[in-house]
């Protein structure tokens, strides 16, 4: 009978240290659920164009993390062809969201006819 009650006793301890336990891991999960929801908030980059321009040389984004582009006609009409990510944006398709796969300098150019400055028009997106 009494070895019947060390063994549940026993029992009531194991439970009692794995309850803690659990509580403890939980505890740790929320503390880092905040850096995870940054991070789904994604990267943003924003083209803005003018005659015959766009607004930075050149464009920054980390691999691996979901970015979204934007383009943004401030003046003129123009669009933004990313060849190596196949992406090509203009008036009526403002916006894509993708992951780069691969790092590196990837040219931007304008997809539009815009006029004399056209062929200069040009920047880079910088996968990093
Ligand atoms: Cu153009």
Redesign the pocket.
């Known amino acids: 009978m009494k070895k019947l009650l060390v063994l549940l006793m026993g029992i009531a301890l194991v439970i009692a240290i794995t309850a803690c336990g659990n509580k403890d891991t939980k505890k740790a999960e929320n503390t880092t659920n905040p850096a995870p929801a940054t991070q789904a908030a994604g990267q943003n980059v924003v083209l803005k164009t003018t005659n ?1 321009k766009f607004d930075q040389a050149e464009y920054r984004v980390k691999k691996g993390q979901p970015v979204t582009i934007t383009l943004e006609n401030v003046e003129g009409m ?1 669009g933004a062809s990313i060849k190596d990510f196949k992406i090509n944006l203009d008036n009526s398709n403002k916006t894509v969201t993708f992951t780069p796969d691969k790092a590196g300098s990837f040219p931007i150019n ?1 997809s ?3 006029g004399s400055g ?1 062929a200069n ?1 040009k920047t880079t997106l910088i996968v990093e």
């Open positions: 015959f123009h304008c539009i006819m815009c056209h028009m």
